[in-house]
């Protein structure tokens, strides 16, 4: 649990500093890198899908407003380490990596919610936790956390023989 006045730190990331309505989607993407690099796999997937207003009129030739984003990557995902890391203002947990431990405020600065869908191991068992950023004094305001199932499916042109394979699973 943290004691931190979210809010005021958000109102207080200056908006000439070269923070825009883009820099949570950065911060994001970069996040979703680093997590891919910690899994030292080599095919590491990052996806952006952008939700946009609904459209009232069909026939109107303009695209409606962006009202959020989704990031979707396959790396390590928030396992006890990024988490504790993610309720800690000014992180040092990816200071080698180039991190500031502020990232995800920038969220909260141009979008009104933050919230977290992860799937994680932790020895050799695989757990979903789910999360929000709050906007008070929690930076975390809910967690659930529960036990889930990897399943991966293999599809075979033709009889081969057994590889060793490595898979990491898809945050979603």
Request: glycine share 8%.
């Amino acid at each position: 649990m943290s004691n931190v006045n979210i809010q005021r730190a958000v109102d207080h990331i200056p908006a000439g500093s070269g923070v825009n309505v883009y820099t949570p989607i950065i911060e994001l993407m970069v996040n979703a890198i680093q997590s891919i690099e910690c899994t030292g796999n080599d095919s590491g997937l990052v996806q952006i899908v952008v939700h946009r207003e609904q459209q009232d009129d069909l026939l109107e030739n303009s695209m409606p407003a962006v009202c959020g984003f989704t990031v979707i990557d396959n790396g390590v995902g928030f396992d006890t380490e990024n988490r504790n890391s993610f309720d800690t203002l000014y992180s040092d947990h990816k200071i080698t990596q180039g991190g500031k431990g502020f990232g995800r405020f920038t969220c909260l600065k141009y979008f009104l919610t933050f919230n977290v869908k992860s799937v994680y191991k932790e020895g050799k068992e695989f757990f979903c936790r789910r999360f929000e950023m709050g906007r008070h004094k929690d930076i975390v305001t809910w967690l659930i956390i529960f036990p889930c199932v990897a399943v991966l499916l293999t599809f075979l042109k033709k009889a081969c023989k057994p590889v060793m394979m490595v898979s990491t699973l898809l945050r979603v």
